[in-house]
């Protein structure tokens, strides 16, 4: 890996030269909700974010998704796939887009996914947990690979470390705004990073946790949970590893139709719904189970489903919490 | 590109019962129909432009080239709308798509097969596909129906009720509901048609455990019932082959409808089946 320096004073220019490359979409404050949008000039970006309600898979997989038109009988590829960079993403939410590459990259790819991915940038960010955060006990709090630039934070500016190809590119195009790095910046990053290690509330333990919720299919914890869940969804909504989704034709006009694909919930009743009836997953206790045994699946090449961003938690209206619901099963068990 | 069909044309189109239709297609494109490969157990996705798509096993023998074969029971919106096409009508296609039977594995054993309702869809590709091949040693197929009405493909199946010894072929039958046919069935051809439910036709059946693979389709409420009868005759788990149903929305692994299992072990019933030994059942919770 390359590690550079962006000082603060070149932040601006830096920023606008990544127009080049995409529309710039960064974390921007709406009331009390951070959101990924559109942005002009830095000052529009929310540097302090903790997390955004819908998290970056929404660019790769959007909630309404255009996949074919029909004309005159004939399914036609939606094409218009604009080249996107997305600043200030974080390390929970790089891991989780890796998650969905394995899925969505795995022969056969989807091709939406694919053409998305390939047209965007990713730069990365350093942040400070909240009392929702639980990164660091599942290993996503620091990102390896997946992005192209990483931003971490110094008092004066920017400890870089370049993760790609395109990163490099972008910095070799910008090459007069970086610094070498100094041992006071090297400094700097360490305690930046420990301060932060050592600021998360949340701790989940995930020793066998895998083997331990299967043991417990039949815990009672299930069984309370299944009532204070709304069954709203809104966990599958937020997630940035919850892929789900729908599809359904719509027609436009009289001559052209859509193939639309949307988000899909596994808390909803229809999804386990096969025609004539039967319901694979018929009640809230299925659903709500099935939820907790899909994230926590661990998948060898991917790690676990689950990347401990906390937006299930801070989203939740009935107020459950992940780690809380796991420790209880766990709990329940001994 | 992954999602996009094919052009099919129907070739014919056949009322098997009340609900069930029999439609045979062909690819309009040539190339494309020298080049459709499939097993037996695989399905395709159907897609009524406009309408949306479905998942459905094809019932036809890929030993038999040039077309292929679905069996549609009408059961939903897509279903109702598929009923109502006609002979050269254009529908798309895409697939096979699932891991199908292990025809070359079996070659030389028994194959019980074991069908209830409208399980018997892809079990008649099996059938077929043994018959045709001549590769196996001898083939059952019990098939449970709610009537003698409702049996599906009923001329192919009578006719191997009748004649199927010729060909290595036991055929027995178990309708639920009495009727003037099925009663006229009974006399002529006691004990292997009677009045029950399909586990009622393992009734003084043994199998040669070492070299007999059992293939189970039907309603999820089946199949517990009918691995219990195999187990009880000594059958590895591991020879016992189920093809399942589910929510599969996308047929490639990526819609998640079709995800079975606990955090030790996620399958995708559309990739990683729609075929399951018991085994997988074992350890797959949910799986049946």
Redesign the interface.
Same mark, same amino acid.
């Given at each position: 890996m390359r590690y550079v320096k962006l000082p603060q004073e070149n932040f601006e220019e830096f920023f606008n030269s990544l127009k080049n490359w995409g529309k710039v979409y960064a974390p921007v404050k709406k009331g009390n909700i951070y959101s990924f949008q559109h942005v002009e000039k830095p000052s529009e970006i929310a540097f302090d974010y903790t997390r955004t309600m819908l998290p970056p898979k929404k660019f790769f997989v959007r909630p309404k998704d255009e996949?074919?038109r029909?004309k005159g009988?004939k399914?036609e !590829?939606i094409d218009g796939v604009e080249p996107v960079v997305l600043f200030g993403v974080h390390s929970c939410d790089i891991h989780g887009l890796e998650i969905l590459d394995k %899925?969505?990259l795995?022969e *056969? %790819? +989807? *091709?939406y996914y694919k053409k998305r991915r390939e047209n965007s940038i990713i730069i990365g960010m350093s942040c400070m947990p909240d009392e929702y955060c639980f990164c660091k006990s599942l290993g996503t709090d620091f990102a390896m690979h997946g992005f192209d630039l990483f931003l971490h934070e110094l008092p004066d500016g920017w400890l870089v470390r370049v993760g790609s190809v395109k990163g490099h590119e972008i910095a070799w195009e910008n090459e007069e705004l970086f610094e070498e790095l100094t041992e006071e910046d090297m400094r700097n990053f360490r305690e930046f990073e420990e301060k932060r290690a050592n600021s998360f509330k949340k701790h989940l333990n995930k020793e066998g /946790? !895998?083997?331990m /919720?299967?043991l417990a $299919?039949n815990s009672p914890v299930w069984k309370k949970y299944e009532k204070i869940c709304l069954g709203c969804g809104n966990c599958n909504m937020v997630c940035p590893t919850c @892929?789900?989704? !729908? %599809?359904? +034709?719509l027609?436009m006009n009289a001559y052209e139709?859509v @193939?639309v @694909?949307r988000y899909?919930s596994?808390f909803m009743e229809t999804?386990? /719904? %096969?025609?004539?009836g039967?319901n $694979?997953r018929p009640t809230r206790l299925d659903r709500f189970r099935?939820r907790?045994?899909?994230k926590?699946? $661990?998948d060898p090449s991917a790690g676990f489903n689950c990347v401990g961003c906390g937006r299930c938690d801070e989203f939740c209206p009935a107020k459950i919490e992940h780690v809380k619901v796991l420790d209880e099963v766990r709990e329940g068990l001994q | 590109m992954t999602f996009q069909t094919h052009d099919a044309r129907i070739l014919e189109v056949k009322e098997l019962t009340s609900r069930e239709k029999l439609f045979t297609l062909r690819f309009v494109d040539p190339e494309l129909n020298r080049s459709f490969k499939y097993k037996p157990g695989q399905f395709v996705i159907v897609d009524i432009r406009g309408f949306g798509e479905f998942p459905i096993s094809l019932c036809s023998t890929p030993t038999r080239e040039g077309y292929f074969q679905l069996c549609v029971r009408r059961v939903g919106r897509m279903t109702k709308y598929m009923h109502k096409l006609k002979e050269g009508d254009i529908v798309g296609i895409r697939g096979p798509y699932g891991n199908g039977f292990p025809m070359e594995k079996m070659e030389g054993s028994t194959l019980v097969l074991v069908a209830g309702g409208l399980g018997m869809a892809p079990l008649r590709s099996v059938l077929w596909y043994a018959l045709d091949t001549g590769k196996y040693e001898k083939i059952y197929l019990f098939y449970g129906t709610k009537a003698y009405e409702d049996i599906l493909f009923r001329d192919e199946v009578i006719h191997l009720l009748k004649h199927g010894e010729d060909m290595n072929c036991h055929v027995k039958l178990a309708y639920e509901v009495e009727s003037p046919s099925c009663i006229y069935l009974e006399k002529g051809y006691s004990p292997r048609v009677c009045k029950g439910v399909v586990t009622d036709l393992f009734r003084g059946e043994t199998f040669d455990v070492e070299n007999t693979y059992a293939l189970i389709c039907g309603p999820p409420v089946m199949y517990k019932y009918v691995i219990k009868e195999l187990l009880d005759r000594k059958l590895s788990p591991g020879r016992i082959y189920m093809t399942l149903e589910r929510r599969m929305r996308c047929g490639v692994g990526k819609c998640g409808h079709c995800i079975v299992g606990t955090s030790t072990s996620i399958k995708y019933v559309c990739k990683d089946g729609p075929v399951f030994t018991y085994w997988d059942a074992l350890s797959t919770r949910g799986l049946i």
């Open positions: 996949m074919l029909l009988g399914w !590829e %899925v969505y795995n *056969p %790819v +989807d *091709p /946790l !895998e083997d /919720l299967d $299919f @892929r789900c989704y !729908e %599809v359904c +034709d027609w139709a @193939r @694909r899909d596994c999804h386990g /719904l %096969v025609a004539g039967h $694979f099935h907790y045994y899909c926590s699946y $661990f | -």
